[in-house]
């Protein structure tokens, strides 16, 4: 089945610095690739997403890049916040099994 | 702005009784998930409905679970008995049918079995 790796596991930066968080998938089927950010006791929001199209989204201060080739695609965080402390998933729809395969998820932490 | 809503929020039960939870989808979303997610992990889907219909429950423990969506709108899952090991922060998503892998979450049932 789809095999999906987020590394790393935890990531802690100062307030003000930037963060990525990169995701590695197996299934070259996959074609929609999201992230999301779970804060402690809620579900998953949908903060970011891209399709296998484009190589790279913005959304204010957050982005998306995609690289098809090598099945990766990553997440960045630019003038963290302490807000943006949390746990994220990269969350790529398979194509072979036409589902959201999420990843082990990513702790941030932004110090203030 | 729509959400998905759940509840209970919480629920605790000892092994062996009967739980179940609720799912209120966004308006006009016709497409349900529910999801499983133990403590450290990444959500897992346990069933996914197009409109009243199960379109995959591979991955739901069929002996115990059961799910449903008789409308087409709300749905419930049951867990019948319950077990130690189910645990878990249950989720449930809905999305579109045209946008059908945007899926938006609700804030999910935690539940505890003793």
């Known amino acids: 089945g789809e095999n999906v790796e987020q590394h790393p596991s935890t990531l802690s930066v100062q307030e003000g610095d930037s963060a990525v968080i990169k995701c590695t998938y197996s299934d070259s089927a996959s074609n929609y690739f999201p992230w999301y950010k779970q804060e402690l006791g809620k579900g998953p929001q949908l903060i970011i997403d891209i399709r296998s199209n484009v190589g790279e989204k913005k959304d204010q201060r957050i982005a998306v890049t995609l690289n098809k080739t090598a099945k990766h695609f990553s997440l960045h965080i630019t003038e963290t916040q302490p807000e943006d402390s949390a746990v994220y998933f990269c969350a790529p729809y398979g194509g072979a099994t036409n589902k959201l395969i999420f990843g082990t998820g990513t702790l941030l932490a932004v110090q203030p | 702005e729509a959400e998905v809503a759940q509840s209970p929020r919480y629920k605790i039960t000892e092994k062996s009784q009967a739980v179940a939870f609720w799912c209120d989808p966004i308006?006009?979303?016709?497409?349900l998930y529910w999801y499983r997610q133990i403590l450290g992990q990444g959500p897992e889907l346990l069933v996914q409905f197009q409109d009243e219909s199960v379109v995959d429950d591979s991955q739901l423990p069929k002996d115990r679970f059961s799910a449903e969506r008789l409308k087409g709108v709300d749905s419930t899952l049951k867990i019948q008995p319950a077990e130690l090991g189910d645990s878990a922060m249950y989720l449930c998503?809905?999305?579109?049918?045209?946008?059908?892998?945007?899926?938006?979450f609700g804030p999910g049932t935690r539940l505890t079995v003793l």
């Open positions: 998503a809905s999305s579109r049918t045209d946008y059908y892998n945007e899926q938006f």
């Open positions: 308006s006009g979303h016709a497409t």
